[in-house]
């Protein structure tokens, strides 16, 4: 399910991701990542005291996660979270899956049945380096984050930041922190804010049901 | 790995069953591979299925064919002998070593047949608990396909504190009616069989034809339509017409005719009635109330395994179980392999089982 590349794996950016949202789960809650992976966040968070349970559809990743001791179950989550509970995870942890998802509206409202907090990770398809790159060489956007051709991409929704604050309106659910970062840093000046659509890489947003 | 051998426990006190009946003189056949270590928690057991035997690795001495899960047990493979102490015995009510139907009952001196009593999953963990203990292991890791992974499921309620690890493969937390109903079909077949003679037959001809139609029913079960098609297709058998008699016509009416007479040579018909009962009854949903309910005590961390064109132990049984063990917070894992054998599965796609497995265990 996760769609980064090993090149991006072994970047800053994406350690970088997983301390920010190991540093927003609090020791002792109960975490369900889906699209885990290869498990590196879930150890993070594992190593910090916190519960967690994974869910990935690859049987490569299933494997990985089982040699780190974690709790990983096989599934789509395109097919939805039917077998969990309403509130059952303190936190329920989307990171750079949602692009590649089939169904990510539903994947969200399903995570915000499931969870108490949802946390959100993605590329933002607005960044200025990705606009630059359709306008002037007018094909597909590459980078770092997104490694792959318009035809081999895992990537099939993308979005923006501004995007995803519509989608939170329209959805009814409030987005109650966002981390902007770029270039493996988080960026947090005036200038950023107010530019923030244009010049963020990527973006963690922190959301609960209204 | 080299020679083994089958060797035998006595339980000097009788077992006191489910049912309310006693056992009395129980003896266990087992066999062990690699070495208890010095704090003796580095045991796996290994929980066969229906029809299989203590024997699950290496070969006895002139035997052509290692054990039934030679596969997966020795050194390097799933179960690794060189960091764990592998334990096999036969089950309660088998024909393999083990006190069964066909043992002397000591208190007439002639074999028990269906005087035997009635038997549940639970009595066979209680008789495998017992050989644990003799072999002083303190800490263990519970094992098994099928039938055997209800055993590994009954371990874990039954001695939450012993049990490190559950590995349930092609398994289920109770049957469906489906299956129970093949089973039945099994059983009838046997009870229906001329030479039965109320299951006292150990002195005169078997109800050879009843055990070989039940282990044709059994055979088809275990299989699935893609993998039948593959192996037989519409085939004859030896010939390229039809004989326009009732002989045997197709491929795969030979296939069963072969497996239900090479099963008659080494199983006995009462086990079969007997075993087939047990996992009928097994269901620990009942038993505590509430799938949820049955986990809610549990301490092992499990590991899950299905195969995605096992019809007759599916998936979604799996998951199941999965889910109940998920909601109460356990450390679950889940893989469903993808593979065409049906439910047989489970003995033959040892490659991807043993990936997964040995990375469930290596932490351990």
């Known amino acids: 399910m996760s769609p980064v590349n090993d090149h991006y794996i072994k970047s800053k950016g994406l350690h970088l991701n997983y301390s920010i949202i190991t540093d927003m789960v609090e020791t002792g809650a109960t975490v369900l990542d889906l699209g885990c992976g290869d498990g590196t966040l879930m150890k993070m968070l594992k190593d910090k005291g916190v519960f967690v349970s994974g869910i990935d559809i690859s049987e490569d990743n299933i494997v990985k996660c089982l040699e780190k001791g974690l709790p990983v179950i096989q599934g789509?989550?395109?097919?939805?979270?039917?077998?969990?509970?309403?509130?059952?995870?303190?936190?329920?942890?989307?990171?750079?899956?949602?692009?590649?998802?089939?169904?990510?509206?539903?994947?969200?409202?399903?995570?915000?049945?499931?969870?108490?907090?949802?946390?959100?990770?993605?590329?933002n398809f607005a960044y200025w380096r990705v606009r630059f790159y359709l306008l002037f060489n007018g094909k597909m956007p590459k980078s770092k984050i997104l490694p792959f051709e318009w035809f081999n991409t895992p990537n099939i929704h993308?979005?923006?930041?501004?995007?995803?604050?519509?989608?939170?309106?329209?959805?009814?659910?409030?987005?109650?922190?966002?981390?902007?970062?770029?270039?493996?840093?988080?960026?947090?000046?005036?200038?950023?804010?107010?530019?923030?659509?244009?010049?963020?890489?990527?973006?963690?947003?922190?959301?609960?049901?209204? | 790995m080299n020679y083994v051998e089958t060797k035998y426990f006595k339980i000097n006190e009788p077992i006191s069953l489910e049912s309310g009946r006693e056992l009395k003189n129980v003896e266990v056949a087992y066999e062990t591979y690699?070495?208890?270590?010095?704090?003796?928690?580095?045991?796996?057991?290994?929980?066969h299925a229906l029809t299989g035997d203590a024997h699950a690795a290496g070969?006895?001495?002139?035997?052509?064919?290692?054990?039934?899960?030679?596969?997966?047990?020795?050194?390097?493979?799933?179960?690794?002998t060189d960091k764990y102490f592998v334990i096999c015995s036969n089950m309660l009510g088998g024909c393999k070593g083990t006190t069964g139907p066909n043992s002397i009952n000591p208190d007439t001196g002639k074999e028990y047949g269906l005087t035997f009593p009635v038997?549940?999953?639970?009595?066979?963990?209680?008789?495998?608990?017992?050989?644990?203990?003799?072999?002083?292991?303190?800490?263990?890791?519970?094992?098994?396909?099928?039938?055997?992974?209800?055993?590994?499921?009954?371990?874990?309620?039954?001695?939450?504190?012993?049990?490190?690890?559950?590995?349930?493969?092609?398994?289920?937390?109770?049957?469906?009616?489906?299956?129970?109903?093949?089973?039945?079909?099994?059983?009838?077949?046997?009870?229906?069989?001329?030479?039965?003679?109320?299951?006292?037959?150990?002195?005169?001809?078997?109800?050879?034809?009843?055990?070989?139609?039940?282990?044709?029913?059994?055979?088809?079960?275990?299989l699935?339509?893609?993998?039948?098609?593959?192996?037989?297709?519409?085939?004859?058998?030896?010939?390229?017409?039809?004989?326009?008699?009732?002989?045997?016509?197709?491929?795969?009416?030979?296939?069963?005719?072969?497996?239900g007479q090479?099963?008659?040579?080494?199983?006995?018909?009462?086990?079969?009635?007997?075993?087939?009962?047990?996992?009928?009854?097994?269901?620990?949903?009942?038993?505590?109330?509430?799938?949820?309910k049955a986990f809610e005590n549990t301490k092992s961390k499990y590991l899950v395994i299905s195969f995605s064109s096992d019809w007759l132990f599916p998936s979604s049984q799996s998951k199941e179980l999965v889910n109940a063990l998920m909601r109460n917070k356990k450390d679950v894992s889940?893989?469903?392999?993808?593979?065409?054998?049906?439910?047989?599965?489970?003995?033959?796609?040892?490659?991807?089982?043993?990936?997964?497995?040995?990375s469930f265990l290596c932490l351990q």
């Not at chain 2, 079969?272 to 949903?285: E, H, P, R, S």
């Not at chain 2, 893989?335 to 043993?354: R, V």
Request: glycine share 6%.
């Open chain 2, 34 to 47: 690699g070495e208890l270590n010095k704090d003796c928690d580095n045991a796996i057991l290994l929980l």
């Open chain 1, 158 to 210: 993308l979005l923006t930041i501004k995007d995803f604050y519509e989608f939170a309106r329209d959805n009814d659910f409030k987005i109650e922190s966002k981390l902007s970062m770029t270039k493996a840093k988080i960026r947090k000046s005036l200038f950023h804010r107010i530019f923030d659509n244009l010049f963020t890489e990527e973006v963690i947003f922190l959301c609960t049901k209204i």
């Open chain 2, 119 to 222: 038997i549940t999953i639970e009595d066979v963990v209680r008789v495998q608990k017992k050989l644990i203990d003799f072999l002083g292991v303190k800490k263990l890791t519970v094992a098994g396909g099928s039938m055997g992974g209800m055993q590994a499921l009954e371990w874990a309620l039954a001695y939450p504190d012993m049990v490190s690890h559950v590995i349930v493969i092609a398994s289920t937390p109770r049957l469906s009616a489906q299956s129970i109903a093949f089973n039945a079909v099994g059983r009838n077949a046997i009870l229906s069989d001329p030479n039965f003679n109320n299951g006292d037959y150990y002195h005169g001809e078997k109800p050879e034809k009843g055990l070989a139609i039940a282990r044709m029913v059994g055979h088809i079960t275990y």
């Open chain 1, 76 to 123: 789509d989550i395109d097919e939805g979270l039917h077998e969990y509970p309403e509130k059952s995870y303190d936190y329920v942890i989307l990171n750079q899956t949602l692009q590649s998802t089939e169904k990510p509206d539903y994947v969200i409202k399903e995570m915000l049945r499931v969870g108490k907090k949802i946390v959100v990770s993605f590329p």
């Open chain 2, 262 to 292: 090479t099963f008659v040579d080494r199983f006995d018909a009462n086990s079969y009635l007997y075993i087939t009962k047990a996992v009928d009854y097994f269901d620990i949903a009942k038993k505590y109330g509430s799938l949820e």
């Open chain 2, 224 to 259: 699935c339509e893609e993998a039948m098609h593959e192996k037989f297709a519409r085939r004859f058998q030896d010939k390229d017409s039809p004989n326009f008699n009732f002989d045997i016509d197709f491929e795969v009416e030979s296939y069963l005719a072969h497996q």
């Open chain 2, 334 to 358: 889940y893989c469903e392999i993808q593979s065409p054998c049906g439910h047989d599965a489970f003995l033959l796609e040892y490659e991807t089982q043993t990936k997964i497995i040995r």
């Open chain 2, 59 to 80: 070969y006895h001495e002139g035997d052509k064919k290692p054990g039934w899960w030679d596969d997966m047990v020795g050194s390097g493979k799933a179960f690794d």
